[in-house]
């Protein structure tokens, strides 16, 4: 016997029949989507490196996220990872826009 | 291009859980198919998701497997099959 895989390996359980309907982008989307290809252009970290990060989200997160609240976790964790920000300083942003959001 | 096995050839892919970020499909591992295609070279995606270069490149093979091989109890039509995208470093012959 071997390890079970991550959340993302799904192949052979039973999630029933897949939903094929288009999905609408919101604006958030849209903007996650314009992060992402900032910091790949500007060779920040590779689309792999966004995808092992990904791969490695609680399995809670990796079931109810969203596809682009996906990118944007596996986003800070790279953030993070590369010393572009440190946890620290993204939670003391994080509690100011909350703060500026509320007032 | 490099690529050991040629299409049609029965293969078997590697079993086992290596630590890391692995782009074989756990359900497909330890399973016999036949090369469908030879995609190309790539670099290793496998290193690229650690920020590593990834080279020498890959060869990337389309696999075709028969259902029943890959699930035990498949109760569908004998010749049902499902292919998959494996670098040859799963791969072993058959």
Request: net charge negative.
């Given at each position: 016997m071997h390890d079970m895989p991550g959340p993302?390996?799904?192949?052979?359980?039973?999630?029933?029949?897949?939903?094929q309907r288009d999905h609408e982008r919101t604006d958030w989307d849209n903007r996650v989507d314009a992060v992402l290809k900032l910091m790949l252009d500007g060779r920040r970290f590779r689309v792999d490196e966004l995808r092992r990060a990904i791969e490695s989200l609680p399995e809670k997160d990796y079931m109810s996220f969203s596809y682009y609240q996906k990118w944007l976790a596996a986003i800070r964790i790279l953030i993070v990872e590369k010393g572009m920000l440190s946890e620290d300083e993204i939670a003391t942003r994080l509690a100011q826009l909350r703060e500026k959001a509320a007032g | 291009m490099s690529a050991t096995f040629k299409v049609g050839q029965r293969v078997l892919v590697k079993d086992g859980d290596p630590p890391g970020?692995?782009?074989?499909?756990f359900f497909l591992r330890g399973k016999p198919g036949v090369i469908e295609s030879i995609h190309g070279e790539f670099r290793n995606p496998e290193e690229l998701a650690y920020?590593?270069?990834?080279?020498?490149k890959k060869p990337l093979y389309f696999v075709r497997f028969l259902q029943k091989d890959v699930w035990p109890d498949y109760r569908g039509a004998a010749a049902d099959t499902v292919c998959a995208d494996i670098y040859e470093h799963w791969l072993d012959a058959d």
């Amino acid at each position: 016997m071997h390890d079970m895989p991550g959340p993302h390996d799904l192949g052979g359980k039973d999630f029933g029949p897949i939903d094929q309907r288009d999905h609408e982008r919101t604006d958030w989307d849209n903007r996650v989507d314009a992060v992402l290809k900032l910091m790949l252009d500007g060779r920040r970290f590779r689309v792999d490196e966004l995808r092992r990060a990904i791969e490695s989200l609680p399995e809670k997160d990796y079931m109810s996220f969203s596809y682009y609240q996906k990118w944007l976790a596996a986003i800070r964790i790279l953030i993070v990872e590369k010393g572009m920000l440190s946890e620290d300083e993204i939670a003391t942003r994080l509690a100011q826009l909350r703060e500026k959001a509320a007032g | 291009m490099s690529a050991t096995f040629k299409v049609g050839q029965r293969v078997l892919v590697k079993d086992g859980d290596p630590p890391g970020h692995i782009r074989t499909p756990f359900f497909l591992r330890g399973k016999p198919g036949v090369i469908e295609s030879i995609h190309g070279e790539f670099r290793n995606p496998e290193e690229l998701a650690y920020g590593k270069e990834g080279l020498p490149k890959k060869p990337l093979y389309f696999v075709r497997f028969l259902q029943k091989d890959v699930w035990p109890d498949y109760r569908g039509a004998a010749a049902d099959t499902v292919c998959a995208d494996i670098y040859e470093h799963w791969l072993d012959a058959d």
